[in-house]
């Protein structure tokens, strides 16, 4: 139900205007779409409808090879631009103990209805139950646990 919630953000919502809060998520919303939009006519700006058959070869002054000469480019103009010295080698596989951890995947986030009812139901359970057992643990005379340690040797 929490997943990909940020509590902070949770815990802001419904702290300034509610007309504020619904421009600033649809000015988001609009530059997400503008960004996305861009990406698809540069893709399909990349793409040409017709074939060139022309399989010429370039030379790229002013970089070097492995010599005193410019280097020879047989690919097409438009593969230019990703153009490296290691274009036909095949990557060293790396074991996967020895890979990076990958990075985490950038937050999403929910309607602003759906996060405004996770922000109730938090504030809920944390009135209704959380704050009830805290206190029934603390008459018990569990003075010494720290409240996370509490909750989990309550069962």
Not at 42 to 58: D, I, P, V, W
Not at 114 to 129: A, I, M, N, S, T
Request: hydrophobic content about 30%; charged content about 30%; glycine content about 8%.
């Amino acid at each position: 139900m929490f997943r990909d919630q940020n509590p902070e953000e949770l815990a802001a919502l419904g702290q300034g205007t509610a007309g504020a809060e619904h421009g600033e998520d649809t000015r988001e919303l609009e530059t997400l779409r503008q960004r996305e939009l861009a990406e698809k006519r540069a893709r399909a700006l990349q793409r040409t409808s017709r074939h060139s058959r022309f399989g010429g070869s370039y030379v790229l002054q002013g970089l070097k090879s492995i010599g005193d000469r410019d280097v020879v480019f047989h690919k097409g103009l438009h593969n230019l631009k990703n153009y490296t010295h290691d274009l036909g080698k095949e990557p060293q596989k790396v074991p996967r103990r020895r890979q990076a951890a990958p990075e985490s995947e950038p937050s999403r986030r929910s309607a602003r209805n759906v996060r405004l009812f996770l922000r109730h139901f938090c504030q809920d359970f944390l009135e209704g139950c959380y704050n009830r057992l805290m206190l029934l643990v603390k008459v018990r005379g569990w003075e010494g646990w720290d409240p996370l340690c509490r909750l989990w040797n309550s069962h």
